[in-house]
């Protein structure tokens, strides 16, 4: 198979942006709560673009609307948290997407960030690199800590524009995965 010449490739339709935000609410994607700050000083905002980047060195990233509250803190910041929220933490995903709940949110130190008290996983991240994505920030960052929550309840899952649980079928099949034994480097897949 041969690539098109650019000269005689045939111009694609405008893409619509209904369309494009159509199109992307038919992927299923995690939640998460990114943080920065410590103390009485946690400011948070929820985060469905998350993705693991690199296993050497241990890197993740996120996408954060330049046009947030969260953009110039966490071009500021050193260190960021992210928290991976579980399905009973929508009123959590709420909150820091700008619709607070009444209770405030309950945070810990992780390596000297505030992550969320409660969820699936969080991480302690030092900031790798900052790349443009547009209108969003592509924040990259290394892990510095992890911290593993014992209290595991089905991941909280952002689809059709709304939250939603995985599957417990889906939970019971990937048990191993939930287990301290477990180790991804010894998996096979073939």
């Known amino acids: 198979m041969s ?11 405008p893409v619509s942006d209904a369309d494009f935000k159509a ?9 998460t709560v990114v943080t920065v700050g410590e103390g009485d000083e946690v ?8 993705m693991s980047v690199s296993l050497a060195p241990r890197l993740v990233a996120v996408a954060i609307g330049r046009s947030s509250r969260m953009a110039p803190r ?25 619709r607070p709940p009444a209770a405030p949110p309950r945070f810990v130190d992780l390596a000297g960030v505030g992550v969320l008290a409660e ?12 790349h443009d994505g547009g209108d969003h920030l592509l ?3 290394a892990v510095r800590a992890v911290r593993l929550c014992a ?9 059709g524009r709304g939250f939603h649980s995985v599957t417990p079928r889906l939970i019971a099949a990937h048990d191993d995965l939930l287990s ?11």
């Open 3 to 13: 690539a098109i010449p650019s000269s005689e490739a045939v111009a694609a339709p």
């Open 23 to 31: 199109a992307l609410s038919r992927f299923v994607s995690g939640v």
């Open 43 to 50: 400011h948070g905002m929820t985060v469905s673009a998350f």
């Open 74 to 98: 966490i071009e500021l910041a050193g260190r960021f948290g992210l928290t991976i929220l579980d399905s009973t933490q929508g009123e959590e995903a709420m909150r820091f997407a700008g």
């Open 119 to 130: 969820g699936r996983a969080a991480l302690s991240l030092d900031r790798h690199a900052i």
């Open 139 to 141: 924040v990259v960052g």
């Open 151 to 159: 209290r595991l309840h089905p991941p909280l899952a952002w689809l």
């Open 180 to 190: 301290p034994a477990y180790d991804p480097l010894a998996t096979s897949w073939g």
